[in-house]
């Protein structure tokens, strides 16, 4: 036998071996032990009624963790991190009414069904990132001011309502499988950000009138058809990434025309197109950056005399 079939047997006995071992880590039960939980105690704190002391941070990150049963008893714990664990079943958070901020990232919670974060009604800052999470039924959030979705595989935001999260202020779904914006119901929202999907449609952005930040980088827009007049705050919009190809895909940029101060719109095949930067300056004059560089007072001025053309042609059109 030659050294590279020799080298090529090898490689997969041990591909068998690793296969194997990660099978039995799977079925193992790694249960939180009070002396994990006492190495990642911190910050103390006076309890809420003021009449004791506790620690009131725990941090229990890469520990291989899928039981967190035991720690339902620390009700005095405002900042929660069990990120890079193997958590399925977050129940056992539910006494933790003091929570003000938790990371559960890169975990395996695949739904919140059960509604098991429904008794932090405190809790202000939430992540998700890098889980299995394909809808948000059960996830409420009256007190969230920031929700962290990225890199699940969402495929509808339905129960995003105002009821559930009327101050919600930043909102995180990168890196999911949404194809619309609609069901996004956040009067209060300022940022959002979902690059990374397969958008192809912008519905029921007129819900959000504070809306400041818009971040669509990646997707699969042709158009901008869906930007609203209520959007009176909206100041920044990425759409780098897309598939606009057609300057008349950007009218709707005028409605934005006395907030919007930063347009992203590189990597698009309009870009390629002969005057891009000038014609998308006279769509918007008030702009202060497209793209990566700021407008230059070349710009502004080589825009106002365009426009004061087009103006005059207009008034002599029979």
Not at 229 to 234: A, F, G, T
Request: hydrophobic share 40%.
């Amino acid at each position: 036998m030659s050294d590279v079939d020799e080298d090529a047997v090898w490689d997969e006995e041990g591909e068998e071996e690793h296969q194997q071992g990660a099978e039995d880590e799977k079925v193992q039960v790694c249960l939180l032990t009070q002396e994990t939980m006492a190495a990642g105690l911190s910050l103390l704190c006076r309890t809420g009624n003021g009449l004791g002391h506790a620690f009131v941070k725990m941090d229990l990150k890469n520990n291989g963790l899928n039981d967190i049963t035991a720690i339902s008893s620390f009700i005095h714990l405002r900042f929660l991190d069990v990120s890079n664990n193997r958590l399925v079943d977050l129940s056992p958070l539910a006494s933790l009414t003091q929570l003000l901020w938790l990371k559960v990232d890169n975990n395996a919670v695949e739904c919140l069904k059960g509604q098991p974060l429904a008794q932090l009604t405190y809790l202000q800052w939430l992540s998700l990132a890098a889980n299995r999470l394909t809808d948000l039924d059960g996830l409420d959030g009256p007190a969230l001011e920031s929700l962290n979705l990225t890199g699940n595989a969402i495929k509808k935001v339905a129960g995003l309502q105002s009821s559930c999260f009327a101050n919600l202020v930043t909102l995180e779904l990168r890196g999911n499988q949404l194809d619309t914006t609609d069901g996004i119901n956040l009067p209060n929202l300022q940022h959002l950000f979902l690059a990374q999907n397969v958008i192809k449609r912008l519905e029921g952005l007129e819900k959000l009138e504070r809306l400041t930040t818009l971040h669509l980088r990646d997707n699969q827009l042709d158009t901008l058809d869906g930007l609203s007049p209520n959007m009176k705050c909206l100041q920044y919009l990425n759409v780098r990434g897309n598939v606009i190809l057609d300057e008349n895909a950007l009218q709707c940029l005028a409605l934005m025309s006395n907030t919007l101060q930063a347009l992203v719109l590189s990597d698009n095949p309009l870009v390629e197109t002969m005057d891009y930067r000038l014609n998308v300056l006279i769509l918007m004059p008030q702009l202060k950056k497209l793209d990566k560089y700021p407008v230059s007072p070349e710009e502004k001025s080589e825009v106002c005399k365009r426009i004061k053309v087009l103006q005059e042609e207009e008034l002599v059109e029979p």
